[in-house]
């Protein structure tokens, strides 16, 4: 659908394709633009909307942006680095990276936003309603509806006033498969770059990744086909509880392992004992599981999720608690042995022994 040799005819097509449909109402018999676009042109239409509209990019209400803030915390830590990973990727190219919510609610922006310029300014904030009845056909909306990458150029937005954006879309997937946002790639009266689509995709595993590796977890484990080496965002990663439950999983394991967004048990899954995985990730080296599918896949044990993690994961209160709570955690984690458990807290297990010792009984004088 894009043309890469003549940029004035891909903008021709788009025109053609947006007279044929916006205009006189026919169904496109020819793939002009994505079949995408045109059924979120439609959507825009049956919302009430005419292209011809000009476009408020609204915000929320303080109050809603504090919640959003706050409901979407999780997933803007984990999405930090990734964004600064992104921005100097995409330095002098004049695009630049928004994170939304699940509703299409900007939650984060980084890179260079021309703040000169009104249409980058007026999109690149924290709390802008950017959903498909607010500003009509974008890669936020189309992602976020589409479930998968897009990449939008000009005219193919719905609205006049928008067809001066160029933007990549990709959804952001949490622990438990469900859609939890978006990231965007924008740039403002930009030559068209398609193959940012791709970036955002990798990032968007990434970040996906980074939410997993936060979630609090008895165990985790990144999973491939066996020879593939583990190293990059292609593993398959999963988080099991300490009853042996998956509590989560990323898009690559729930591929290889067959499910959906239920989160079932390890015994579901593995045709092993669920315990195994425990005795197993001990050895802190890869190790083949056989599945009830029949396949076998290599695990290998995810040992960086560090006592930082835990601190950052436990509840509000006193230190001494904060302490106690990472310790039993630890201690469940290596199933009650002590050396094993001394070492990932990396402390001796003559300190440990005495932290976990029930508090002396005060002596009482005759």
């Given at each position: ?22 205009d006189e109402g026919v ?203 583990r190293g990059d965002d ?25 499910i959906d967004h239920l ?104």
């Open positions: 659908m894009q043309s890469m040799t003549n940029p004035q005819n891909r903008l021709d097509s788009i025109e053609l394709a947006r007279h044929r449909v916006l169904q496109l018999d020819a793939p002009v633009v994505e079949n995408w676009i045109e059924r979120s042109w439609r959507r825009c239409l049956a919302f009430g909307l005419t292209p011809q509209q000009n476009v408020s990019f609204d915000m929320v209400s303080q109050a809603h942006i504090r919640r959003v803030q706050e409901e979407n915390r999780p997933l803007i830590q984990a999405a930090s680095g990734e964004l600064d990973r992104l921005s100097r990727a995409i330095a002098g190219t004049r695009y630049f990276a928004l994170l939304t919510d699940a509703q299409g609610i900007v939650i984060d922006t980084r890179g260079e936003v021309d703040k000169q310029n009104k249409h980058a300014s007026s999109i690149a904030r924290v709390g802008v309603d950017l959903s498909e009845r607010n500003v009509g056909t974008t890669s936020i909306s189309a992602a976020l509806t589409e479930l998968r990458p897009v990449w939008l150029h000009r005219g193919e937005h719905f609205f006049k006033s928008t067809s001066v954006f160029s933007c990549a879309g990709a959804p952001l997937f949490g622990p438990s498969g469900q859609c939890v946002g978006m990231l965007d790639l924008t740039g403002v009266n930009t030559p068209e770059r398609p193959e940012l689509k791709m970036l955002a995709a990798q990032s968007a595993r990434s970040i996906e990744n980074m939410l997993m590796r936060n979630q609090p977890a008895a165990l985790q484990l990144y999973i491939n086909w066996p020879g593939r080496l292609s593993d398959g990663l999963i988080s099991i509880d300490e009853e042996g439950q998956i509590i989560g999983a990323n898009i690559h394991a729930r591929q290889m392992i067959a989160t079932p048990h390890a015994s579901d899954v593995f045709a092993l004992p669920w315990q195994s995985l425990f005795d197993l990730s001990y050895k802190n080296e890869p190790f083949e599981a056989p599945l009830w599918s029949g396949l076998r896949i290599q695990v290998q044990p995810v040992h960086e999720v560090n006592s930082a993690v835990c601190l950052s994961n436990s509840a509000p209160g006193a230190l001494k608690d904060v302490e106690s709570d990472l310790i039993r955690r630890v201690m469940q984690q290596a199933r009650g042995n002590v050396a094993e458990a001394a070492k990932r807290l990396g402390i001796s297990r003559a300190t440990l022994y005495r932290k976990i010792a029930p508090p002396k009984k005060p002596s009482v004088n005759a």
